[in-house]
């Protein structure tokens, strides 16, 4: 998606000219929003992939960041394909835009990271008791962070890191992480409920094995969340006292 609104001064220009594959750059979540290099190892809002003469699209994009990261990207991962453009140039014929990698939060904002998208687990995975929904306003795909009191699918209730269990490079088959995932996912949602009780509620435990594409990038953690057994949003947090999630208007 795009974002980061930017002004036509002479440092935005310059950002957008002398940025490159593997730049890192932040801004102020105020407008007007200036796009400044850091290092990559503080945090930031966007790792450049390339820059494009003109407007660019999410789709070439995603063709390029695809080709940056090779055996490292994570089709299922929680890092996302954006789009900054500048906007408001005197000469439009002469704008740069440039593809990136960012991290989706809620209402469409980016959240900040540190580190290079390819040097790091891109596990779509979040903290406990983080609710997940769709972004409704950033246009990414996949669920995101987003306010427990709105709709939202699922509840969070922990991670497991299966790099602590299989060490080879080979991606460990669906039934040998499930020996794992299962009883370590019912624990944590155990704990997480306590002193209610999961067969208590209208709830059911979700997780997912790792596939070969992510495995190979280098993702190891799985989610462990909690969603209703009847298919739909719910609003509400789990750990709100004496509180079941109800479902939401649709």
């Known amino acids: 998606s795009s974002s980061g609104a930017t002004t036509d001064d002479d440092?935005?220009?310059?950002?957008?000219?002398?940025a490159h594959a593997g730049s890192c750059l932040t801004w102020q979540p105020e407008p007007p929003q200036r796009p400044a290099f850091v290092q990559c190892s503080t945090p930031h809002l966007f790792e450049v992939v390339t820059s494009v003469d003109g407007e660019g699209d999410q789709e070439s994009c995603a063709v390029s960041g695809r080709r940056y990261l090779g055996t490292h990207?994570?089709?299922?991962?929680?890092?996302?394909?954006?789009?900054?453009?500048?906007?408001?140039?005197q000469n439009p014929g002469g704008r740069v835009s440039l593809c990136g990698?960012?991290?989706?939060?809620?209402?469409?904002?980016q959240l900040p990271?540190?580190?290079?998208?390819?040097?790091?687990?891109?596990?779509?995975?979040?903290?406990?008791?983080?609710?997940?929904?769709?972004?409704?306003?950033?246009?990414q795909t996949g669920l995101v962070p987003v306010d427990c009191a709105e709709a939202h699918s699922v509840e969070v209730v922990g991670h497991i890191d299966l790099g602590?269990?299989?060490?080879?490079?080979?991606?460990?088959?669906?039934?040998?992480?499930e020996a794992i995932l299962g009883p370590a996912c019912v624990t944590m949602a155990?704990?997480?409920?306590?002193?209610?009780?999961?067969?208590?509620?209208d709830l059911t435990l979700n997780h997912r094995p790792i596939g070969p594409a992510s495995w190979?990038?280098?993702?190891?953690?799985?989610?462990?969340?909690?969603?209703?057994?009847?298919p739909g949003p719910m609003t509400g947090s789990i750990k709100a006292p004496g509180v079941v999630p109800t479902p939401a208007p649709i």
């Open 216 to 230: 190979i990038a280098g993702s190891r953690q799985v989610l462990c969340s909690l969603a209703p057994r009847t």
């Open 11 to 18: 440092h935005t220009d310059a950002v957008f000219r002398s």
């Open 73 to 89: 990207y994570d089709p299922n991962g929680r890092f996302a394909y954006g789009l900054l453009r500048s906007v408001g140039s």
């Open 164 to 177: 602590a269990h299989f060490h080879d490079g080979a991606t460990p088959s669906d039934a040998e992480q």
């Open 113 to 139: 990271f540190r580190g290079l998208v390819a040097e790091q687990d891109q596990s779509r995975v979040w903290e406990p008791g983080t609710c997940l929904g769709a972004d409704m306003k950033g246009g």
């Open 190 to 201: 155990a704990a997480y409920l306590a002193p209610k009780t999961l067969s208590a509620t």
């Open 101 to 109: 990698l960012q991290l989706p939060g809620p209402n469409g904002q």
